[in-house]
């Protein structure tokens, strides 16, 4: 299906080797349209976020180890989405409001 869409290995692997890789492992038998344990813990718990019982929360930094993400993002594919990124000059580390 990647080659269909147009994607070369190399960029098959940076995009979706993550997925691929915990696909060789099976595909989740819901088809990916499923609730979703954390989410019905969060509902149990009575928690307005999924960060209040996520199993695997993401760093500190709010990185992802297990998918690189965020990741930087092409200018051509932002241009593509019609996505313009504007950095303020004195915005502050954590994003500053």
Same mark, same amino acid.
């Given at each position: 299906?990647?080659?269909?869409?147009?994607?070369?290995?190399?960029?098959?692997?940076?995009?979706?080797?993550?997925?691929?890789?915990?696909?060789?492992?099976?595909?989740?038998?819901?088809?990916?349209?499923a609730?979703?344990?954390?989410?019905?813990?969060?509902?149990?718990?009575?928690? =307005?976020? @999924? #960060? $209040?019982?996520?199993?695997f929360?993401?760093?500190?930094?709010? %990185?992802d180890?297990?998918? /690189? &993400?965020?990741?930087?993002?092409?200018? =051509?594919? @932002? #241009? $593509?989405?019609?996505?313009?990124?504007?950095?303020?000059?004195? %915005?502050?580390?954590?994003? /500053? &409001?």
């Amino acid at each position: 299906m990647f080659e269909v869409l147009g994607l070369t290995p190399e960029e098959t692997e940076e995009k979706f080797g993550h997925l691929l890789r915990a696909f060789r492992y099976g595909v989740p038998p819901h088809g990916g349209i499923a609730m979703g344990l954390d989410r019905l813990a969060m509902l149990m718990a009575g928690k =307005e976020t @999924l #960060r $209040d019982v996520t199993a695997f929360p993401k760093a500190q930094s709010g %990185a992802d180890p297990l998918t /690189g &993400a965020p990741a930087p993002v092409p200018e =051509e594919q @932002l #241009r $593509d989405l019609g996505i313009t990124v504007i950095v303020r000059k004195d %915005a502050t580390k954590d994003g /500053g &409001a």
